[in-house]
């Protein structure tokens, strides 16, 4: 038998969410875009053979310079990853050593201490409120190789204003990483502090803004010295041409991409209101493409079995008393966000 | 400013060869097909916009079951990486904590003590006889977490016979992997070692045997033991949709490959002969897609700038009295190598 690091033998290794491979499910516990890229989708189906059989362009230059360009910064100053959980491992891996500490607020993106664990780094957890909002004073006086904020939150969407995200940048943090997967959705974000702050990096995602989850893209903006670091850390060719190609196009169609988040707001908050009016749940506000209902006197795993059996897929997380009662629900289509309503209406009804 | 691993700070990354962005080049100098498979690319122009929009399948399932068919063992041997790059780095964050030994032969690939040195680990290089044979004996009492041997060699494509790899898997040795990324083109591998000793991994690319370098896609075979402890530490979604569905299009016709590889043999021996009987120069044995020539009273780097300024690409590798002055050279079409060897005719002649 081979021998194992200790800390690799030891892990359980991050469960994703169900990816159900036949069809037929309304699909509301991942997060995915209604839709893709309409432009990404062409830039594939006509992509030419080359891309397929010669390597990619190892720094993802066509990339770079458009992500330059819509956040009026310097090419080196990004690095594209195969998605952004590419990313934010190359960041743990670049800033800390075993036993080092990483720090991030729970509930958040269950993967973080995953990453941790597998550098053999230690995992450092900071609650937050029971509103989600953000524990500012005590991120502030906690120390670690790398701090992670995700804004919004995840499994909320609370969105955290940049006030915050600046007093926590300067208390004197290593590495402020501010995970905004899901900030497309929310109409601002936190890149502002990037000239800012040297100790700050933005990572960000294509695969719910534009509808590329199933190409792996993700990227992140900080300083032309930390971005430098990373690029030396991440395999050489991590991201397909196909890949590359499809986002430079996805990111050319600015209109549609607008239009695309606006609607998912506008379906999100409808449906907010629907379950909280009409069905007397509580609904955290959200600012992403997602939301969280607490299903108070109810149960909401019950109510996950009765969707399902439906099939209908939302999120459940266990592991934290905060959510344990909760739902999470993507903001799918008009259709399936009805369907879905009526068949919690009924489920209530029925428990 | 952020605090940097220091091993990290210190390290210059690794340098893949040249890929320019322009057209017009004959490039011999990383190794692609001469052709993408046809059918990967006709996968790719019809897919699904669902394969953009939603995550992919995290195990590659649809992939292992292919391998596992044409390998006659079972899917959870195998895991399918973002080119093997991905595969040999998982390999080494799985076994090797800081201070751990990476052992390879040298000169070899050039990413080994790169994806050591990123782990904190410590290289231990083990040099090639004169003639890029094994040292059989040295490498059975070097001890460390991880042995790469890559078969057939790179930079010379030395085949090693399965007898010197088995002596070296039964000499006590943690983890053996066998780098095959060129093995399709030497019509053998192996691969039959797996079920007889729980020590070898086999690491595989169809980034040349099938022309797919753009689309990165790798993968390892193993016991289910290593497999399982690499799929915890993989990225979930480390394989784009993309890159799944044209990879088992790609496995799927086999009488393309078939061809591609026996087409590639034919001209790499050809230009082997008229290299060595023509122009007197030393061309050492491939049984891969590449050739390596030793250019002996000539300069391997006067011919490397010749080759250059008529837009012919080789690859120079300096760092080792071995092959520095020999140049690597990638077998393309017909056409190209008739150019490439008029020349070279040319450069020698002029010198």
Not at 102 to 131: C, F, H, K, W
Not at 286 to 296: E, K, Q
Not at 297 to 317: K, P, Q, W
Request: net charge negative.
């Amino acid at each position: 038998m081979v021998t194992i690091r200790k800390n690799v033998a030891a892990m359980s290794g991050y469960v994703p969410g169900e990816q159900p491979r036949s069809g037929g499910w309304i699909k509301l516990n991942t997060n995915e875009n209604v839709e893709c890229s309409p432009a990404a989708l062409e830039a594939i189906h006509s992509i030419d053979p080359a891309a397929l059989r010669l390597y990619p362009d190892a720094s993802s230059s066509a990339l770079r310079n458009e992500l330059a360009r819509r956040f009026n910064a310097e090419p080196d100053q990004f690095v594209v990853g195969n998605g952004s959980d590419d990313i934010l491992n190359l960041l743990i891996r670049v800033t800390c050593d075993p036993g080092d500490s990483v720090v991030y607020t729970v509930p958040s993106y269950s993967l973080y201490p995953v990453l941790s664990q597998i550098q053999g780094a230690r995992n450092v957890e900071v609650p937050l409120a029971d509103d989600f909002s953000l524990p500012v004073r005590k991120l502030c006086s906690t120390r670690g190789a790398v701090l992670f904020i995700t804004n919004p939150n995840n499994p909320a969407g609370t969105w955290y204003p940049v006030e915050q995200i600046a007093e926590i940048c300067e208390s004197g943090q290593n590495l402020v990483v501010l995970d905004e997967a899901y900030a497309d959705f929310s109409g601002e974000g936190c890149s502002q502090l990037v000239g800012k702050y040297p100790n700050v990096c933005v990572a960000r995602s294509l695969s719910k803004a534009y509808g590329l989850a199933g190409l792996r893209v993700g990227y992140m903006f900080a300083s032309k010295e930390l971005a430098a670091n990373v690029m030396k850390v991440k395999d050489s060719y991590n991201v397909s041409s196909a890949t590359q190609i499809a986002a430079v196009a996805a990111l050319g169609d600015e209109a549609w991409a607008a239009k695309s988040w606006a609607d998912a707001a506008r379906r999100r908050d409808r449906l907010s209101q629907r379950l909280s009016n009409e069905l007397g749940l509580r609904v955290y506000p959200s600012r992403a493409n997602f939301i969280l209902v607490d299903f108070g006197n109810h149960s909401a795993v019950s109510t996950l079995d009765y969707l399902r059996e439906r099939g209908i897929l939302v999120r459940h997380f266990s592991d934290n008393p905060m959510v344990s009662n909760a739902l999470r629900i993507s903001i799918g289509s008009q259709a399936e966000l009805d369907t879905l309503f009526d068949a919690i209406q009924a489920a209530l009804k029925e428990s």
